[in-house]
Nanobody
Framework: QVQLVESGGGLVQAGGSLRLSCAAS????????MGWFRQAPGKEREFVAA????????AYTDSVKGRFTISRDNAKKTVYLNMNSLKPEDTAVYYC??????????????????WGQGTQVNVSS
């Protein structure tokens, strides 16, 4: 099992930027795709972005394309989510998760078996 710890959340004004980090310990993350999800108040947790084991492939939900960038540093066992041009609707708890597979073939939540505790992102208007 891998332990995931997110950091970097906070309060930012609309149009601002944040960089989330997900630090892993235990099982290496280098063999698996990684993802970011978010859950806004009163809503279900949703997919945000994912990156393949090598970093060569990425996927994003439509609402963040062009604004968010997922990346990874396998040597540091860390995954990042750079968020630019933030909007109030990006307000949520952001979770990092490890996929069961190395590529981006399966991105439903049931295909992620390890989750962090989340970090809160608040975007004010």
């Amino acid at each position: 099992q891998v332990q995931l710890v997110e950091s970097g959340g906070g309060l930012v004004q609309a149009g601002g930027s944040l960089r989330l980090s997900c630090a892993a310990s235990g099982r290496p993350i280098s063999l698996y795709a990684m993802g970011w999800f978010r859950q806004a108040p009163g809503k279900e947790r949703e997919f945000v972005a994912a990156i393949s084991w090598s970093g060569g492939s990425t996927a994003y939900t439509d609402s963040v394309k062009g604004r968010f960038t997922i990346s990874r540093d396998n040597a540091k066992k860390t995954v990042y989510l750079n968020m630019n041009s933030l909007k109030p609707e990006d307000t949520a708890v952001y979770y990092c998760a490890q996929n069961l597979y190395p590529h981006l073939s399966w991105l439903e939540q049931k295909h992620f078996d390890s989750w962090g505790q989340g970090t809160q992102v608040n975007v004010s208007s």
